[in-house]
């Protein structure tokens, strides 16, 4: 098993930047890959950005590309996520997975993932 735990969120004002932090502890040297998913009230729970192990491969939702970044820490156990240009839009929680299985999911669904951290909020104001 996999045990994560986010951190980083909090308030902000639209065109801040924030990042996000998601340390994973357990089996890590049988990751195949993180992301990051955030939930907005009322909303399902989408794709934000993925990071497979193999690699070092990333992929990003079309809505953050270009303002956000994916990238770990190895000594650390540490997957980040870089927010810059944060927009009202970007409002949600955010949560990390993790999965121990090769699959093709990694990079845009839940279903690629099998462990989660609790999640932390993320407020952009306008």
């Known amino acids: 098993q996999v045990q994560l735990v986010e951190s980083g969120g909090g308030l902000v004002q639209a065109g801040d930047s924030l990042r996000l932090s998601c340390a994973a502890s357990g089996r890590i040297f049988s990751i195949y890959a993180m992301g990051w998913f955030r939930q907005a009230p009322g909303k399902e729970r989408e794709f934000v950005a993925g990071f497979r192990w193999t690699g070092s491969l990333t992929r990003y939702a079309d809505t953050v590309k270009g303002r956000f970044t994916i990238s770990r820490d190895n000594a650390e156990n540490t997957l980040y996520l870089q927010m810059n240009s944060l927009k009202p839009d970007d409002t949600a929680v955010y949560y990390c997975?993790?999965?121990?299985?090769?699959?093709?999911?990694?990079?845009?669904?839940?279903?690629?993932?099998?462990?989660w951290g609790q999640g932390t909020q993320v407020t952009v104001s306008s």
């Open positions: 997975g993790a999965s121990l299985r090769v699959n093709l999911y990694w990079d845009s669904s839940e279903s690629g993932y099998d462990y």
